[in-house]
């Protein structure tokens, strides 16, 4: 049975965001040898998404109030990519990594799908 989802993380500089996953996200890392760290995440959901052709991935981190998570990071030094925009799902922006990368923040406006968010 399946019990999890691993996500993986292109980077070209994956030093610098795994200290930002570990140092400025807080998110606890095991050290599986010569410094790759594999990262406990908070629980996750999946959505499936139309395209024309080809494949598309994204990654996006969920928050309860988008509003003060992202005061929250950006006294940690944090940029964002955009400013925030209403979806009919939720409200979202973005964060720019390290190694050049942008991730998703979101604060969705569906039931937290019967798990309990960190």
Do not use: K, N
């Not at 606890?28 to 990262?39: C, E, K, N, R, S």
């Not at 494949?55 to 969920?62: D, K, N, Q, T």
């Not at 990594?97 to 998703?104: A, F, I, T, V």
């Amino acid at each position: 049975m399946i019990t999890g989802l691993h996500t993986i993380l292109y980077s070209t500089d994956p030093d610098a965001d795994r200290r930002f996953f570990r140092d400025v996200l807080g998110f606890p890392a095991t050290d599986v040898g010569a410094g790759w760290l594999i990262f406990q995440m908070p629980p996750a959901d999946l959505g499936v998404h139309p395209i024309e052709s080809g494949s598309a991935h994204e990654l996006h981190l969920i928050c309860d109030d988008l509003a003060a998570t992202m005061a929250e990071l950006a006294a940690r030094g944090v940029d964002f990519t955009r400013d925030p925009t209403m979806q009919s799902w939720g409200v979202s922006t973005a964060i720019r990594l390290p190694g050049g990368g942008e991730l998703g923040l979101y604060e969705p406006r569906y039931p937290p799908l019967g798990v309990t968010r960190l």
